[in-house]
């Protein structure tokens, strides 16, 4: 199956020997071919060039995109799209005057999250998540991370990670999987939150190693949820079974929890609405990446990650939705690009790294996404027929997407 891409308006990220992630003012550099065509054969990216050169050969099927822009599918690092029902009636209190801290003392937030999804046969979880995934699916994404987390017993964590690990089976997006079982106190533990990180270290820990259920490790490091220490404890623990720490850090305060997440050899540290100068040094000369997720921001109020102090600071930073139903109840990667750039002050290019290179570091698949380099999948969006890339933050709302392609699949 050989399918040519012809008379692309412009083709973005281009990159024939792709760096794993760009950081500091390599973030504004977007590299692009005007006037190109793109060949995927099967699975992958075979090749691609200026039309002054045309490629020669029999293909399978020719797609013209006059007009139109072509790009890497988006990388989504962080999500929690296995989850059941909704909280919408959370969304209704807040507005009338109640914080996500004092919902969250009152028995709702994350624990109520976890009492629907417990209550949720895997059949149910299943379709309820399917419909998010196909959904994302449609608005660009390519690559995404599922987190559990809303389970809070070994069964119901176990079910959450079986249910995305069937997303990967029957959908053709590349998914990454991330055990967060410290994600919350479960209301059995609510006054013993030694007795749950023994639950998670010696039961749910085990049992998901021994079915692979998890690429990554995460806690919700957090006044009110995990100390620094629990951090620690909970990463290492992980590691020894190979999973790789990704953290929920600084959302609400910076306790700490940065530089233990870079000790640990973290491959993210994700959320950082609040950051010291101290986190940012911990930060640099590391291999983890601060991922940004404006959506959430947006979604509660509360601050944006100062995405930009980030970048002048010489680090990478990656863009993703937190899709769950609580603090972001959306998947739409436009929208979070679109939100990097008015809120944030990222300039299109750095929004577009963000979401697309630095995505992929920050979920592990750099050599395969993120970028348009011969030989990795050939994940791609097509847009409408739009002025500049640049119009894509700009009409903030609006779907300009006309096509995706995923591992060479017209959808
Ligand atoms: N902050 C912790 N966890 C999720 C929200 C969980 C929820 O409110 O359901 C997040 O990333 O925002
Ligand atoms: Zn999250």
Redesign the pocket.
């Known amino acids: 199956m050989k399918l040519l891409l012809i008379n692309i308006k412009e083709l973005l990220q281009v990159r024939e020997n792709p760096p794993s992630k760009v950081s500091g003012k390599e973030m504004n550099h977007l590299p692009t071919l005007k006037n190109a065509w793109l060949l995927i054969k099967d699975k992958k990216i075979e090749d691609f060039g200026s039309m002054d050169v045309p490629p020669k050969g029999k293909f399978t099927q020719i797609l013209d995109c006059t007009g139109r822009i072509v790009l890497p599918t988006w990388c989504d690092s962080?999500t929690?799209i296995v989850?059941a029902g909704n909280?919408e009636q959370?969304f209704v209190d807040r507005i009338n005057g109640l914080t996500?801290q004092e919902i969250?003392e009152k028995g709702g937030?994350?624990v109520?999250?976890a009492k629907k999804l417990q209550q949720t046969s895997e059949k149910e979880l299943f379709r309820q998540s399917a419909e998010r995934l196909e959904e994302v699916i449609y608005m660009g994404t390519g690559a995404i991370e599922i987190?559990s987390?809303?389970g809070l017993t070994t069964k119901s964590e176990l079910k959450m990670l079986r249910v995305a690990k069937k997303l990967a089976k029957k959908y053709p997006i590349d998914i990454k999987t991330t055990f967060?079982g410290a994600?919350?106190l479960p209301t059995e533990f609510k006054n013993n939150k030694d007795g749950y990180l023994e639950l998670i270290c010696n039961e749910m820990l085990p049992k998901i190693a021994e079915e692979k259920l998890a690429d990554y490790i995460d806690i919700?490091c957090?006044e009110g949820?995990f100390s620094v220490a629990d951090t620690e404890r909970i990463l290492s623990e992980g590691s020894k079974y190979g999973l790789i720490p990704k953290i929920?850090v600084n959302?609400f305060n910076a306790i700490g929890g940065v530089a233990a997440g870079v000790k640990h050899k973290a491959l993210s540290v994700?959320?950082l609405e609040l950051l010291t100068d101290e986190d940012i040094k911990a930060l640099q000369n590391s291999e983890t990446i601060p991922v940004a997720?404006p959506g959430?921001s947006f979604f509660?109020s509360i601050p944006y990650t100062p995405g930009r102090h980030i970048i002048d600071a010489g680090l990478p930073l990656a863009l993703a939705t937190?899709f769950?139903?609580?603090?972001?109840p959306s998947g739409n990667m436009n929208f979070v690009v679109a939100a990097a750039c008015i809120k944030m002050k990222l300039t299109p290019e750095e929004a577009i790294n963000g979401a697309t290179i630095n995505g992929a570091y920050a979920m592990g698949l750099s050599e395969t996404h993120g970028s348009i380099t011969k030989g990795k999948a050939a994940s791609v969006i097509i847009t409408e027929e739009i002025p500049s890339y640049s119009f894509l933050p700009y009409s903030f709302g609006t779907d300009y997407i006309n096509q995706v392609i995923l591992n060479g699949r017209l959808l």
Do not use: T, V
Not at 324 to 328: A, T
């Open positions: 962080h929690h989850y909280r959370e996500y969250a937030g994350i109520n999250s987190k987390g809303y967060l994600h919350a919700f957090e949820y929920h959302q994700d959320h997720l959430c509660l937190d769950n139903p609580g603090s972001s």
